[in-house]
């Protein structure tokens, strides 16, 4: 059993069954006494919740299976959150990356893909924050993307639901950030899970390893409450 | 009457019928055969088309009032839009402006503003964009804001809506760019109308006069089409 | 003889031998009194000079040949406005774009491209300031470049110079922008002048045409002083 | 004596002996066995490196008190670096924050500063990079600012300076990154310093700590060579 530090009281964490989140579950049970992990698939959802048991057998996990690009599973996530007493670190993670070309997106695309990437972080992020209001403290953790700032062809949707995160972020940070809630934006490039392979035109083996990359997010969130890491962008080092 | 110069065959533009909207529709008619008003107030929008009939007898207008918060709404522009042959320029101008704190924003109010400020003007864009391909040509103008790139408390919606337009503009221009299509973002800060009156701690007389806006950005789209004007951001010059 | 409009006393414009330069010149004599051009080829700015008066012969036009690469053309420079009673207009044109790799830029490529495309607008715009302040009121557009944003290989000190010229941009436009003095930042992407053969991997003849350009550039000082363009990026329409 | 860890061979650092640079110092200490700072204050590196020696016995560490305000400085410190076989990794900390005006910044303020925060980062990063490019390997670390994206009054200089380091950083990735050399840019935001002390209406208790800070800095240079941190910005939490 690894050596646990109880620094954070509760986790919510979004995608929790993919790839990058699946890794940041494992990264954040050291830190933390009680965790909630939403994602889409229950079987691994389970999964993680028997790992993280067994490293740390005191920690509380709860896991619920539940698709945010639907404006119900949204509202269930919501409903999941009031049941807390507290949340004191929010990570949006769930997200989804479309690639179609903007002739071919359809409003059923656009609206599913906000869901899960946009307004499930909103709503999941007001309804925290309220948490969090009550301790003067919290932390929520965006990860957004490089496409957060740029935008490549086939991925309009993507690109504009995560300037849309980001400019959520600013305005976080900007109404609640003198309240003791911080929040973070992390944009990393291509990673190494399912949705890192839908991307075109780029080297697969040269992606950011999701471990490394969980390590990294996780450092973000226990930096010195002195100080607070507004946005970064991490990329594959490319020259492999 | 005023001389016309038909450059442009048909123009769609959305808040017609609004401060900004009223003075594009006015400039814009000097240089089109056809205007296509979508506006929320049908009686504003009947009287527009007078005041352009009288100037230019010859231009055609048709008006609808559609609510472009709803989803239906936006449907129903999308069939509208359909109907037509052409589509050369595109100006989405419409756009709520919520002022509201992170906490009291419910999920009605994100999804009625994304639905008028990104999800109508992506589902035009998208349709005028299939009727421009066919002649290798069209501008799409989107109206931002200066909250496209930063964020002030109690406008959490209205920034991130506006950075996911942003993001529309910049994957249009990567995708259909090279096809013809210039999309052109124009962020403007405070502007004298109705909308400007909600903006807190700034001064009402200093802002952008909505008529001057307005010969500017019909000027953006008058360029020559060697170039396109990418990212323009426009302030009220505030030492008055 | 051009119909001649004198809203403007006087302007100052460098690099006006230059591609886009002689463009500026051109098209902003018909709206003011007195030019002042500096530029690197004497002949050049006198065949500008006599162009110019047989245009509008009214027009009062000085010219000086000054490298501004140079500490002591920079200085020069700043003497020469000294002199002048007032500038209404800085016109921030000249620049020097160095392809060359990070290994073998010196030190000497380096302060030279920094006096020309950052050093001398900055002194200029600091000495014609204040000239400005007397009558607060006054326009400095500086041209700065798509590399005002991105960098690509073999560009490094042009891109960061360029990224210099934004921040003078916004500083000026924080300090002085109350009281009267507005800052333009204009970057456009490649164009077709002896500079723009210089870049490498793009197809000249899609570049923007300088006069197009000059064009818009200009119109960007006769907005109504109640409005003022931050910052614009403008691009060759690439599908050509 | 702490546990050290000889993941680094050489390490380069500007600045070493002011608010920022002597905390990095140590923090770096701990994963190479080679140090070289430069600053200004020859007793302050001193002590400096007598602490560092105590610290780890095994550490070579060489100083060199240089002015690298001046182009003198500059070419001392580029020969320093000659001298050397490698340098792993870089950090340009050393920069000076001018409080002035627009009106009372003179051509010696700016190209003073231009030289310890543009020209000297710069020459040292072209000079690191030779001898990275032989191990395909090697980090450079820029110690930029929140001025490096927005400006306030009083702070043209140091934000033109700030905006020209970011512009290198960009143009090092892309032209230098496909070859092993990583090109980190870190922009924080106040800090309780010396540097900090002449920043005008902000609370000095609630800027960052540069413990805290130099701890997160030295943290992006021992990331995983499969990712790299391209842009930070740190802000101090201020809520306090």
Redesign the interface.
């Known amino acids: 059993m690894i050596e646990k530090k109880n620094n954070i009281h509760t986790v919510l964490l979004t995608g929790a069954s993919g790839g990058l989140g699946s890794e940041l579950a494992d990264k954040i049970s050291r830190h933390c006494k009680k965790m909630i992990l939403l994602g889409k698939n229950k079987n691994s959802l389970l999964k993680i919740k028997k790992k993280l048991k067994k490293k740390h057998s005191s920690i509380t996990c709860k896991v619920a299976d539940i698709d945010l690009s639907k404006?119900i599973g949204?509202?269930k996530a919501v409903k999941f959150v009031k049941k807390e007493k507290r949340v004191d670190v929010l990570i949006n993670c769930a997200g989804n990356f479309s690639v179609k070309?903007?002739?071919n997106?359809s409003?059923k695309d656009?609206?599913n893909d906000?869901h899960i990437n946009?307004?499930a972080p909103?709503?999941l992020?007001?309804e925290c924050?309220?948490k969090m209001?009550k301790f003067?403290r919290g932390i929520i953790l965006n990860i957004g993307s490089s496409?957060?700032y740029?935008?490549?062809?086939?991925?309009?949707i993507y690109?504009?639901?995560?300037?849309?995160?980001?400019?959520?972020n600013?305005?976080?940070?900007?109404?609640?950030?003198?309240?003791?809630i911080?929040s973070i934006f992390a944009a990393p490039g291509s990673i190494q899970t399912k949705m890192g392979k839908k991307v075109k035109n780029q080297k697969y083996s040269t992606f950011?390893?999701p471990e490394?990359?969980a390590?990294?997010l996780i450092?973000l969130i226990l930096?010195?409450?002195?100080?607070?890491?507004?946005?970064?962008?991490?990329?594959?080092?490319?020259?492999k």
């Open positions: 404006k949204v509202q070309s903007i002739i997106s409003y656009l609206i906000f946009f307004f909103f709503m992020s007001k924050s309220k209001l003067k496409s957060s740029i935008a490549a062809p086939n991925t309009s690109s504009s639901s995560k300037h849309a995160l980001l400019g959520m600013k305005a976080f940070q900007a109404e609640l950030g003198n309240k003791g911080r950011i390893e490394n990359l390590d990294f450092s930096q010195n409450e002195n100080m607070i890491i507004n946005e970064v962008s991490i990329n594959r080092a490319n020259y």
